[in-house]
């Protein structure tokens, strides 16, 4: 029988799947038949109308998840709590610094595009809605 803590981060790990899975979807459909030019063509409704890297948010909640699932099982082992935390850090470190990069990226090439200033203007949460730059 899994905890309450256990049950929590079996939900949260769902969720951020389904997050990562549904905006890896949206900017798929967006991108599928795109002749790539230099003209911004991304996806901007769905949940990048709340975020600009929902799958990367996506990935960061599934770790998270993943980590308060195995709190239970860390108990007293200090190896576990270490590496655990190490590991989560890690995650949450390599996306918000792709999310960094991928910004960066994207102003430069396309800062003259309307349909890019648009939307950046619109979604200022780079990973999570409502936490802004």
């Known amino acids: ?3 309450k803590v256990q049950w929590a ?3 949260l ?4 799947l389904s997050v990562e899975a549904t905006a890896d979807m949206q900017k798929f459909l967006v991108k599928r038949d795109y002749d790539y ?6 996806p901007t409704g769905g949940l990048y109308g709340l975020s600009r890297h929902p799958n ?5 909640l599934f770790w998270a998840g993943m980590f308060l699932g195995g709190l239970p099982a860390f ?3 200090v190896v576990a709590w270490v590496t655990g935390s190490i590991g989560l850090w890690g995650i949450v470190s390599i ?6 990069r991928l910004d960066e990226k994207q102003a430069d090439r396309y800062e003259s595009e309307m349909a890019y200033k648009s939307w950046r203007e619109d979604v200022k949460a780079p990973l999570f809605p409502f936490v802004n730059e």
């Open 56 to 60: 990367y948010a996506g990935e960061i």
């Open 13 to 16: 790990a769902f969720l951020g």
């Open 95 to 100: 996306m918000t610094g792709a999310t960094k």
């Open 9 to 11: 981060g079996v939900m």
């Open 75 to 77: 108990g007293k082992n």
């Open 37 to 42: 030019t230099s003209s911004f063509v991304g």
């Open 1 to 3: 029988i899994l905890s």
